[in-house]
C-alpha cells in the first residue's frame, strides 16, 4: 500500500467526468487499498478516485454506523456508485481534502440509498443517513467533476471555523471523558 498525492481545487482533473469500472482487477484492488491508506493518514471522511487523479468511478466513504469499529471496518468501497433514492434534508458545513481549510453550508439529502458494487463486481444495495448519507452525495458527486464549493449556500468565516473546531474539542473531551 502507498498514500497517494490529493489533488486540489484548482487541478483540472478534479473537473473531469470518471468512466465506469469495467475491470475489478489487482489494479483496482490496489487503488482501493491506497485510497483507505491515503484517507485515513489524511484523517478525512471520503475520498474518490479523481481526487488521487484516477478517472474512475470508485469512491470510499466512512460508515457513522460503525463508527466505534477500528478504521478499516467503517470504510465502504463503492465501484459505479448510483444513487437510487433520497429523502428528508439536512443543512450543516461540509468540507473537502481537496479544498482544505475551507467549509461550506451545503443542503443534502438526510437519508440516501446507493447502489454499487464491491471490489469483486458484485453489487450491493445500502441505506444510511447523516454524514454517511452526506458523503455519499458528495464522493459521487466528485465522479461528475463537481466539488462542494460549486453548491455551498455560503462559505464559513474564520470566526465560524474557530467556534466550531472548540465545538469539536469539547465534544471529543465529553465522549474521552465518559470513557473513563
Ligand atoms: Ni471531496
Known amino acids: 500500500m502507498a498514500l497517494r498525492y490529493i489533488l486540489e481545487k484548482e487541478d483540472p482533473?478534479?473537473?473531469?467526468?470518471?468512466?465506469?469500472?469495467?475491470?475489478?482487477?489487482?489494479?483496482?484492488?490496489?487503488?482501493l487499498d491506497d485510497m483507505r491508506e491515503t484517507l485515513e493518514h489524511a484523517n478525512g471522511y471520503g475520498l474518490a478516485a479523481p481526487q488521487v487523479g484516477v478517472l474512475r468511478r470508485a469512491v470510499i466513504v466512512l460508515d457513522n454506523e460503525k463508527e466505534d469499529k477500528p478504521f478499516s471496518e467503517q470504510v465502504i468501497e463503492l465501484i459505479n456508485p448510483e444513487i437510487v433514492s433520497f429523502e428528508g434534508e439536512q443543512d450543516g458545513p461540509e468540507g473537502c481534502l481537496s479544498v482544505p481549510g475551507v467549509y461550506g453550508m451545503v443542503k443534502r439529502p438526510m437519508k440516501v440509498t446507493i447502489k454499487a458494487q464491491n471490489r469483486n463486481g458484485q453489487e450491493f444495495t445500502m441505506t444510511r443517513e447523516g454524514i454517511t448519507a452526506r458523503c455519499f452525495c458528495h464522493e459521487t458527486e466528485h465522479l461528475e467533476g463537481k466539488l462542494f464549493t460549486d453548491i455551498a449556500s455560503r462559505i464559513l468565516s474564520d470566526e465560524e471555523l474557530e467556534e466550531m473546531a472548540k465545538k469539536e474539542e469539547e465534544e471529543a473531551k465529553k465522549e474521552k471523558e465518559a470513557k473513563h
Open 13 to 31: 482533473q478534479l473537473r473531469k467526468h470518471s468512466r465506469p469500472v469495467t475491470d475489478f482487477n489487482p489494479r483496482l484492488h490496489t487503488l
